[in-house]
C-alpha cells in the first residue's frame, strides 16, 4: 500500500509560480515512476509531467518549458513547480504513482487556480 499526499497548492495570479509537493509512503519510493496529473471542471483527467526512479521526466506539451517536476528520494518526495501560469492551469492537481502506463495509486488532490 502506498499512500500519496499532496500540498501546495492555491490561489496565485496570471504569470505566478506554485510549487506543489507529494510526500509518499513505501519503501520502494526510488524506483516509482511518479506522475502529476490534472482535472479541470468539465474535463478529463490529464498527464502534466512524470519522472521515472532514474530521473527521466516527460510533459505534456501545453506545460513544457513552464512546468518543472523532481524528486527527493530521500525524502519520498515528488514535486511540480509551476511557473508562468496561466488561466487555463486551473484544475485539481493529482500526484500519482505509475505502474507502466497505468497508475495504481492516487493522492488526494490539490486544488489550483489562477485568476486574477
Known amino acids: 500500500q502506498v499512500q500519496l499526499v499532496e500540498s501546495g497548492g492555491g490561489l496565485v495570479q496570471p504569470g505566478g509560480s506554485l510549487r506543489l509537493s507529494c510526500a509518499a509512503s513505501?519503501?520502494?519510493?526510488?524506483?516509482?515512476?511518479m506522475g502529476w496529473y490534472r482535472q479541470a471542471a468539465g474535463k478529463e483527467r490529464e498527464l502534466v509531467a512524470s519522472i521515472t526512479g532514474g530521473g527521466a521526466t516527460n510533459y505534456a506539451d501545453s506545460v513544457a518549458g513552464r512546468f518543472t517536476i523532481s524528486r527527493d528520494n530521500t525524502k519520498k518526495t515528488v514535486y511540480l513547480q509551476m511557473n508562468s501560469l496561466k488561466p487555463e492551469d486551473t484544475a485539481v492537481y493529482y500526484c500519482?504513482?505509475?505502474?507502466?502506463?497505468?497508475?495504481?495509486?492516487w493522492g488526494q488532490g490539490t486544488q489550483v487556480t489562477v485568476s486574477s
Open positions: 500519482a504513482k505509475r505502474r507502466g502506463y497505468a497508475v495504481d495509486y
Open positions: 513505501g519503501s520502494a519510493f526510488s524506483m516509482y515512476t
